[in-house]
């Protein structure tokens, strides 16, 4: 892939991402999330990254973005009035949360830094490790049986849910 495509995907993804999370409308921020899943996939793919492409494409771009899109469907709009109170109490609520959080991520990494430094696999020794699709299917076949699991879940969830929607 040349460098324009790639500086422009990554544009995309970082468009998407800013527009999903400053959307005040719901509905406009969970298709914006859409779209930032399917970019990601397409960057995945153009990474060789197939199967971890395929499921973010089906399962964040497609399952996820159904369950928002009808829980969205779903609940009541406010008033401005609301709205501003509601901005206020939380404001008020989590304004310390990034200090927190940045104090939180630089303790964990001073005291885990020795740990991640291990987990690095040198270029020598990848030669020693499968191919991705002999671990995922091989070796990792209950982790991908246990997602499977979760997806159908999901989808019989929401076919249920809307077949008593139906009902009412």
Sequence with gaps: MNL???VILLAGLVGSALLCVLLNDLLKASVSMAVLSAILAIIMFALSADLAAALELSVCAGMITVVFISAISMTRTRTEEENKARVKDRRKRFAVLPVILIVALCAALFIFWPELNALIIEPEAAGDL?????TLWGKRLVDLLGQ????LVGVFGILIFFKEDEKK
């Excluded at 499977?148 to 997806?151: A, G, K, L, M, T």
């Design 148 to 151: 499977v699991v979760i997806v």
């Design 4 to 6: 324009p495509v790639i």
């Design 130 to 134: 499968a191919s991705g699709s002999e």
